[in-house]
């Protein structure tokens, strides 16, 4: 079976860092997504790791550990439009469809 | 980045009637395209694999004859659902992959949104 865990809400302030993790326990492994959705939409591309390390966009950064089957999306200098569902997701395999964690609401506040 | 499109983005209907929502690849080919179902504050929950000239692939519990599924051409998937039931209300997003690019990054159209009366 597949399955990935992931906070379920966070809060935190404007301006500051916020890390939302996420564990998977799935059939195979190609690589770990992260994908952001306001309410209403659908969900954007983030970022995506198929090696360990950290990959950094902008203010957004994701870390992925293989050996631990864990990884993580860092967003710094938040913003108020940042409040949205963040899902991981995971690949099983060559072109195989992602499967998603149930994803975690971040709230930011001022 | 790739771009995924769907129509219609809102389908509000009766009970009883069908609904074809319809999924376009507009500057890439996918001969693999997926169409997930979202309820409200839920995650993305894949319902089938839509391959091109062949039978889509359906997830346990997906009813292959209430969710039908072509995909006739290499940018273009439908998703019908037949017999629309208030049930059947949710949020219904395709995505596709394109292959000739990093094939890593599962583009999404921006969604239908179903409501069945």
């Known amino acids: 079976g597949q399955s990935l865990e992931q906070p379920s809400e966070v809060t935190a302030v404007e301006g500051a860092i916020v890390q939302i993790n996420c564990t998977y326990q799935?059939?195979?492994?190609?690589?770990l997504s992260w994908y952001q959705q306001h309410d209403g939409g659908a969900p954007t591309f983030l970022s995506y790791n198929a090696l360990d390390g950290l990959e950094e966009t902008g203010r957004f950064s994701s870390f992925l550990s293989r050996s631990d089957s864990y990884g993580y999306l860092l967003l710094q200098e938040l913003q108020m439009k940042d409040s949205a569902s963040y899902f991981c997701?995971?690949?099983?395999?060559?072109?195989?469809?992602?499967?998603f964690g149930k994803g975690t609401r971040l709230s930011v506040i001022a | 980045g790739a771009v995924v499109s769907q129509h219609p983005s809102w389908v509000i209907c009766k009970s009883g009637t069908s609904v074809k929502i319809e999924c376009r690849s507009l500057d890439f080919q996918a001969t693999t395209m997926f169409w997930y179902r979202q309820f409200p504050k839920q995650s993305l929950m894949l319902m089938a694999t839509s391959n091109e000239g062949s039978k889509a692939t359906y997830e346990q519990g997906v009813e292959k004859d209430k969710f039908l599924i072509n995909h006739a051409s290499l940018t273009l998937s439908t998703l019908t659902v037949t017999s629309a039931h208030p049930e059947d209300s949710s949020f219904y997003i395709c995505?596709?992959?394109?292959?000739?690019?990093?094939?890593?990054?599962?583009?999404f159209g921006p969604g239908t949104r179903l409501l069945v009366l």
């Open positions: 995505s596709a992959r394109d292959l000739s690019a990093d094939g890593e990054t599962q583009y």
């Open positions: 997701a995971v690949q099983p395999s060559g072109n195989t469809p992602l499967v």
């Open positions: 799935t059939s195979g492994f190609y690589g």
